[in-house]
């Protein structure tokens, strides 16, 4: 789930995320990226506000990014799906 | 679903809130602010890409703003829930 400060958000529930971003910024890191795709961009987003309302109330939202990726499917073809970057970091 | 420039998104396809988004800068906005809660966020990321990659390449993300909103349940206790507002706006 996590490579250096990224965590990507899948299906699981919310709380595995918040304990992913938690355990990074515990561990010394002073910026986490969330990453998600999809029908997980909602759980991302939940993820990013308890990890600031409810654990780590100095960790700000440096930035969001959005952008569309093209994916081959299980046909072969492509489609498009929207992805997410959260930016978070530790405030001074 | 417009209050002025804004657009709020809930449960319907993708496509009814691109052609909302579209209608508002077609009608003259240079910026139009889609607004979505809960679950609806991933679809409003999803307007908000289709608007700028298929129908307003001028447009461009200005900001992201995620938040979290404190609501009455049905039993009358409160519940919170995530929300986003993406700012969209005319490209000089």
Not at 16 to 24: E, I, K, N, P
Not at 26 to 43: C, L, P
Not at 49 to 71: A, C, G
Request: net charge negative.
């Amino acid at each position: 789930m996590s490579e250096d400060n990224v965590v990507y958000v899948g299906n699981k529930e919310v709380m595995s995320y918040v304990l992913a971003v938690t355990t990074q910024f515990n561990e010394g890191s002073d910026e986490v990226v969330i990453k998600a795709r999809g029908r997980a961009i909602s759980t991302a987003v939940d993820t990013a506000e308890v990890v600031r309302n409810r654990f780590l109330e100095d960790v700000e939202v440096e930035d969001i990014k959005i952008s569309t990726e093209t994916l081959e499917n299980k046909e072969g073809g492509e489609s498009n799906v929207s992805s997410m970057e959260i930016y978070l970091k530790r405030g001074n």
